[in-house]
């Protein structure tokens, strides 16, 4: 865990497979809150013709009209550079190193990327796109 104040050790790098990418810049102790996914708030069903791959589920109501996406493209953060483990090896599922959770916080949904173990310098940084949907295809993952 960080102390108040202080926030992880992270960087961005690129591969030439992945696109950009983001690495621990010194040792991240499990548990520690890595960033939240932040982004212009729309509904779903405002970006079904959108070609970014960078959306992410706020919401998910029974009424799959109201579902709520998280857009990073115009105004984001360093979240929407983490990478995502391959589902459908175990090579792949290997890689997580972090959990996107979901939290009401004064009454807002908030989605965190948290540490789920200690992550050493240098070791890239990967979580399920697929945790509460199997919507993101990742068949073609590293
Ligand atoms: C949320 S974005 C991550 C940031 C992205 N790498 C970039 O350069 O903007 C998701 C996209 O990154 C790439 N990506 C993420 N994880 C990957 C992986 N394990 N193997 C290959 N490509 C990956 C895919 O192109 C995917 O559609």
Redesign the pocket.
Known sequence: MCARGEWPPLMVTYDP?????VEADGHIKDMTLIAEYTGDVDYMRNRLNDDS??LMVLLFPHDASKELVICPDKRGNIA???????NHTLEGRKKQNLRCVRYNINGQSRVLLVAIRDIAKGERL?YDYNAYHKEYPTQH??
């Open positions: 497979k992945e696109g950009f990418v791959d960078n929407r550079f983490i990478s995502g483990i391959n990967y993952f590293v």
